[in-house]
């Protein structure tokens, strides 16, 4: 009996102390312990599982500038903005990581409208801005409630102006999630991550080369033939680039 006792004791031990692990917490040790390459691979394998977040792709961004890796780097910084736009950590360590491209191509800025529209709706991802004019339905549904319940007449205008208001705020909303969903489905980033990559003028191998791209560098991909992307540098320069040397943001 006593040594059945302290089986049933050893079994138990042995089930409640099996250690259940979380590859995100083992990266963010590993990561403070310096061992970048260790927690590249359990943040990686969080991605492996279909799970992705800002401080993810931020965390994977920091190991691979620690180890001088420059177009993962940016890469992943760029994933982390994409999930959070106003994070200005994430904004900052991405500028430090562009420092150690070798490329120095000039941004031509959007101006006028465009850039007005365009600054303002990329505050938020479009699914964040479906949220908000959620959150707005539901606050218009209160002051609908309020305005048919209320016996004041002066209460009254003030809950039907607060449905004007709200509903100016929920079209608002969903045509800025509307505009940036468009605007990500249509614009494809990408990094270079080969250490080389030569721009040409036309998709195939035997075409001069135009412009010698480094890694890290970011391009917009326009259309692409076989093997070939035919890209858009920021300073609005055209030319076709393997599909092999980089890798898309979307």
Not at 112 to 128: A, E, H, M, N, V
Request: glycine share 4%; proline share 4%.
């Amino acid at each position: 009996m006593k040594k059945l006792l302290y089986i049933i004791l050893f079994v138990s031990a042995s089930v409640f102390s099996t250690d259940v692990s979380n590859p995100f917490v083992d990266g963010n040790i590993q990561y403070n312990d310096g061992k970048y390459e260790a927690a590249i691979t359990s943040y990686e394998s969080v991605l492996a599982n279909g799970q992705q977040s800002a401080e993810l792709y931020f965390n994977l961004g920091n190991c691979y500038y620690k180890l001088h890796k420059v177009a993962p780097a940016i890469y992943n910084y760029e994933k982390a903005l994409q999930l959070n736009p106003n994070d200005p950590e994430i904004q900052t360590n991405l500028d430090f990581a562009r420092k150690m491209a070798i490329d120095d191509i000039k941004i031509i800025p959007k101006v006028g409208f465009d850039k007005l529209i365009s600054d303002f709706t990329s505050c938020y991802r479009y699914d964040t801005w479906a949220w908000i004019a959620v959150v707005f339905g539901f606050v218009f549904l209160a002051f609908f409630i309020g305005l048919y319940f209320s016996p004041s007449a002066f209460k009254k205008r003030i809950y039907f102006t607060g449905m004007f208001v709200v509903l100016i705020v929920i079209i608002i909303s969903v045509s800025s999630g509307m505009f940036e969903k468009n605007r990500l489905a249509t614009e494809r980033p990408a990094i270079v991550f080969a250490e080389t990559a030569s721009v040409k003028g036309e998709p195939k191998a035997s075409s001069p080369e135009t412009i010698l791209l480094h890694e890290g560098t970011k391009v917009y991909i326009l259309e692409s033939i076989a093997n070939w992307k035919k890209v858009q540098l920021t300073d609005e320069t055209t030319g076709w680039i393997s599909d092999e040397a980089i890798k898309e943001l979307n």
